[in-house]
């Protein structure tokens, strides 16, 4: 073969590979996309189901506290796992932010028990969390739930800011 030949076939070659790569990397960028929603999703539902225990255990004269401590760890769990999946550090510092807000309304010693009793102090902080909640949007009455980084992020940024 002649020398304009074998940069022809090099160049196809090349292309080939090039547009495999391409088709690779958006096929991972989506399937990112796609764990970072459904993920951000696992804590949009905790939040709002937080809020929603809250708000049902004021309502019952507090008849079954450890519901709430029992949603404060989903909501750590769900925190946690999407802080061990990502890899962006701002989005890191974000949950990371969250986690440390989250982590002042667990009770004991972070396991769960079944024989649970709040003092008028975590209750009043557990009212007052549900409130925040509420007013922010993380609730099931808010309407859509929009898992998009952006506007996520505003909310949670907005959530974790001191008042």
């Known amino acids: 073969m002649r020398k304009l030949d074998w940069i022809k076939v090099i160049l196809v070659v090349s292309l080939l590979g090039n547009c495999y790569l391409f088709l690779n990397q958006k096929r991972d960028n989506r399937k990112q ?4 929603e459904l993920l951000n999703g696992y804590i949009y539902r905790d939040l709002a189901q937080l809020e929603a225990t809250i708000h049902d255990q004021q309502d019952h004269n507090w008849k079954n506290e450890t519901l709430v401590v029992q949603k404060i760890d989903d909501t750590m769990d769900s925190i946690i ?10 989005k890191q510092t ?14 004991g010693d972070g396991t769960l028990a079944l024989d649970i009793t709040l003092d008028d102090r975590q209750r009043a902080d557990y009212i007052s969390l549900g409130e925040k909640l509420r007013s922010k949007g993380w609730s ?16 949670l940024e907005e959530l974790v800011r001191e008042s």
């Open 140 to 155: 099931f009455k808010s309407g859509i739930i929009d898992t998009n980084w952006d506007i996520f992020s505003s909310k």
């Open 33 to 36: 996309e796609i764990r970072d």
């Open 94 to 107: 974000v949950f990371w932010k969250l986690h440390d807000y989250m982590k002042k309304f667990v009770v």
């Open 81 to 90: 796992m999407r802080l061990g999946m990502e890899r962006d550090n701002d």
